[in-house]
């Protein structure tokens, strides 16, 4: 049987002004340590202005180096509004 465990990275914008607008994406990456062999990460937007906000996870490429096993990805604002906040969701799975 297979062993999951999952953790959350959340995102705030301080501000009016610092909102993820749309087109605008954040560089993110997760040391993975030794967490399993395959990965999901998924993200779900919180807050927008008004009507539907729209985020993917994008370009995300799993390394292995002197700075150990990790994640690096990009959250991309596809929607037509600001984003306040989100958050994103990384399972790890190893048998």
Do not use: C, K
Not at 38 to 54: D, E, K, L, M, Q
Not at 63 to 77: C, I, K, Q, T
């Amino acid at each position: 049987m297979a062993n999951v465990v999952a953790g959350n990275l959340n995102w705030f914008a301080s501000g009016d002004a610092t909102w993820l607008q749309p087109g605008q994406s954040h560089e993110w990456y997760w040391n993975l340590g030794n967490l399993g062999e395959a990965i999901s990460i998924s993200v779900r937007p919180f807050a927008a202005i008004f009507g539907t906000a729209r985020v993917i996870v994008e370009n995300v490429i799993v390394s292995d180096g002197p700075e150990g096993h990790r994640a690096l990805f990009r959250v991309r604002n596809v929607g037509p509004r600001p984003i306040s906040q989100y958050t994103v969701t990384g399972s790890f799975i190893s048998p």
